[in-house]
């Protein structure tokens, strides 16, 4: 179809012209990408979504159309009819699809002009990232922002071509529905015709999925918004986006060779990458004894090693404490670390600082023995069990943490990341996926001194841990599994609870009584007495899977209206203040805020 602009009729994309389109009459619009004035002929690379193409105003075709050309800058937007012509000898400009030809150009309209750019609309700027999301209208005309942005539809078309033709139902779920915290705050939306009663925007389509599991659907999916209201780490967002499933009568093994699927089919038409499958399979206990995370990238080395045994009767105090008090010691080996200097030490011992570590003692192992300042606190026999444990050799230095499991595993787990980095161990290139299975079904919250579901309430546990759900909640496994794809979790699920009887005993052990558990949860609960099948599935992050596809540090740079790190919209000014006409309707007041 051919848009029209007066009687400027669109014929051609201007990043489709190629040298097949030589001698052709064409008419094209688009934005002024650059302009160049050589010698009285103008040369304009004139661009849209598709690319860009050389157009050229000659006084040998049209003196005052070339003047008009002199005055126009960038970003104004053009429409012109002209004929495609083969570049001269020498002049061809092989960096773009189209530079091989140019359009004279014949006849010229002005469609809109430009104020002056806050900064230049190309893909290599120094600019901060406030003020391209101020600007986001100019930011998303960059080569590098449309074609992510494009890249990201094409990821949703394929995602919904390989669940059309696995027998999935596309059902979109509420976005107006019941508070039900649990984790992050719920985004509260206060409804006119109730005075004081409110809707919450969903953290996920957790509760209506299951629903439709028990309506009979068998098979869901959806790409759907969540919302959380959370503090904000450096890559979250408030409002993302998730490509989400359910499946009934399945169990582990049906969902997690589904979604490879999914996987493998993306990976190969969007970048043309073998996914191999079925994808390696690690324990929850596995992956933080080895790496102190339950996401670890396996693409390098430098695992953790467990110490708290010979900890325990060494007489180095620190350790021993913590071993005899239930905490954990362990240890890395950064091999060839030893030219490490006191102040790159100090610097590390900062880092692991940042995730609670109290310390971080090292031992080098020079040729000429070992350099540290707690070597004399091991016994002979106890240091060469160490090195040995630790694979230690000449040029190695070792790092230790001692303190509780959380705090030890996550200092040490973010310290391999970083000498990951430093010592270039990292193959970017590699694409290594894998599954971790057989979470905990509960982790125990201090400051509230009770249990809370590591995933949510809803998670299964394994068949053979239900009689310890009221003895020992702490050593029942879950039926849950995550997908990590270089040390980012990219999507997790699990098997859901679809009897009533034990979806009671897991709100018990959590704390939550019969009468709460109605409040919240009721029209779920009053589902699963009505024949509700086995069922489970599983969610991705589409906006982080977008970014790591693309190589994309932010998943801001894949979305086309994100929030900052501090949940703002620069762009509109969101969240603002509304009138109070609006808050009165609502039965709404608000406290003014106290003068700093």
Known sequence: MLDHFGNFERTHYCGELRKENIGEDVCLTGWVDSTRDHGGVVFIDLRDRTGKVQIVFSPEIDEELTERAKKIKDEYVLAVKGKVRKRPEGTENPKISTGEVEVYVEKLKILNRSRPLPFPVEDEIKVGEDTRL???????????????????????????????????????????????????RDFLVPSRIYPGKFYALPQSPQLFKQILMISGFDKYFQIVKCFRDEDLRADRQPEFTQIDFEMSFVREKDVMKFAEKLIKTVYKELLDIEIETPLSVMSYDEAMERFGTDRPDTRFGLELKNITDIAKSCNFKVFRMVAENGGIVKALNFKGGASLSRKEIDDLTKFVGIYGAKGLAWIKVQPDGLQSPIVKFFSEGEMNEILKRLEAEPGDILFFVADSYEVTNHALSNLRLKLGKIANLIDESKINLL??????????????????????????????????LETNPGSVKARAYDMVLNGVEIGGGSIRIHRPDIQEKVFKVIGLSKEEATDRFGFLLEALNYGAPPHGGMAFGLDRLCALMRNEESIRDVIAFPKTQRGQCLLTGAPDSVRPQQLAELKISVEAEEEE
């Open 134 to 184: 101020k600007y986001r209208f100019l930011d998303l005309r960059r080569k590098k922002m449309q074609e992510n942005i494009i890249f990201r539809h094409r990821l949703y078309q394929t995602v919904r071509k390989v669940f059309n033709e696995e027998g999935f139902i596309e059902i979109e779920t509420p976005f107006l529905t019941k508070s039900t915290p649990e984790g992050a």
């Open 435 to 468: 599954w971790i299975t057989d979470f905990p079904m509960f982790e125990w919250n201090e400051e509230e001194n009770r249990w809370e579901a590591l995933h949510h309430p809803f998670t299964s546990p394994k068949e053979e841990d239900i009689e310890k």
